[in-house]
């Protein structure tokens, strides 16, 4: 256990909003700026972002990207609509990823429970738990002084329906309740913290279609999923400002080649953009380049950034074209994952991948490889992370796993 850190994160965490306000824009770059007149990130923020963790080793073992692959029961955190198309009954799979390994935390984790039936050829149901754990912290006021001992925790419960709207169509709706107790019963500044909770949904689609490639059979698949789209939170018993959590539009895209019954390829494309505010620096430079105050930062004059204050709606459909450098910031926002898959003879996985983030939205940027064994009802995946940039990540050099069940091959004996 390490308080030290894991308060700081905390405490990070809550004074976001203030570190945002000291930013300078400089139109003429279109970016944001520290002292040096050299571009910094300008990463788009939000509650609740343990949702947007990759929770199974497959996906994590090629570059986070899952948004069209071939179903299991993790399709529940990318794309639902996926489940119809299952060849198997029934799957179930759990997930333990640890975190922070590097910095020798061995009680923080995310835990990733997922299971789906299907109801007939044309529809199917699933459902899934999220835990994330970050241990035991002891909280103290600014004079050292103990305020007891605190578990912060996150969770998700999910319940998704899918189905087929054609031969090679299919739909998903899902549901779900969500909760974030970092510090509740606890004060910052003199502000009661509370547990944010919030509702959300996710809408998928997916057309998936046996084809030929060349002189090979095989399996193309494209998919798009709009998740989390649910109401704004808030930490603190005041609610005068609440976040947004992370509504995201994910597209992707899946083609697997079949070489001969024992030996097949799968390459796969994700791309996705958070469909949260941009935000706007509170002070940016003038045509002789001095400092003045954003006027687009706080237009109600009530000391409250503009961007924070959006509806649910107004956000999401503004988040297409709010950032502050135009079109060029908002394709920054984009993140890119790409994955390859190799199966021999349905049993055993080689996978890689690279997951690649714009240095000036959160610069994440690293490799990532892993391997799977299939055996009847048991099935396992690892993936393991390389970090390409300089930003630490916190699954860098960790090797997490998956546990698969299919339970239909007992209901075919």
Known sequence: MNFNIKGLYLALFFLIPAFMQAQVFDPNKGCVIDNNGNCVSNTLLTAMPFLRITPDA???????????????????????SNLVFSEQESGFSITYTPWLTNLNLDDIFLLYTSGYYKI??????????????????????????SLGTGRPRE????????????????????????????????????????????????????????TNIGDYKGELSIGAAITNIGSKVSYTRDNLVKDFIPAN??????????????????????????????????????????AVPNE?????????????????????????????GGFKEELKEIAVSVGVEYWYDNQFAFRTGY??????????????????????????????????????????NTLRFSLLFDFSVFQGD
Do not use: C
């Open 249 to 290: 539009l994910g597209l992707g895209s899946a083609i697997r080649l079949d070489f001969d019954q024992h030996n097949s390829l799968t390459f796969g494309l994700d791309l996705n953009k958070l469909l949260v505010p941009t935000p706007i620096a509170s002070t940016r430079l003038d045509v002789n380049g001095n």
């Open 58 to 80: 497959r996906s994590g073992a090629m570059g986070d990207m899952g948004i069209a692959l071939s179903p299991n029961s993790n399709s529940m955190h990318f794309n639902a």
């Open 155 to 210: 969770g998700e419960f999910s319940l998704a329906y899918a189905r087929k709207l054609g031969d090679n169509l299919s739909a998903s709706l899902t549901g779900k309740y969500v909760f974030s107790n970092l510090a509740s019963g606890q004060q910052v500044n003199g502000v009661d913290i509370n547990t944010a909770k919030a509702f959300a949904a996710d809408l998928g689609v997916n057309y998936r279609k046996k």
């Open 296 to 324: 687009d930062w706080d237009k109600d004059g009530n000391d409250i950034a503009d961007y924070r204050e959006k509806s649910l709606f107004s956000g999401i459909l503004g988040s297409f074209g709010d950032a502050q």
């Open 355 to 396: 997951y690649w983030e714009s240095a000036e939205k959160g610069n994440r940027q690293y490799f990532t490889v892993g391997a799977g064994i299939k055996y009847n009802v048991f099935g396992i995946d690892l993936s393991y992370l390389v970090p390409t940039s300089v930003i630490p990540n916190p699954l860098d």
């Open 120 to 145: 007939d050829k044309n529809s199917a149901i699933g459902g899934s738990i999220r835990f994330f754990s970050l241990g035991d912290i002891d909280f103290t006021d600014t004079q050292g002084g």
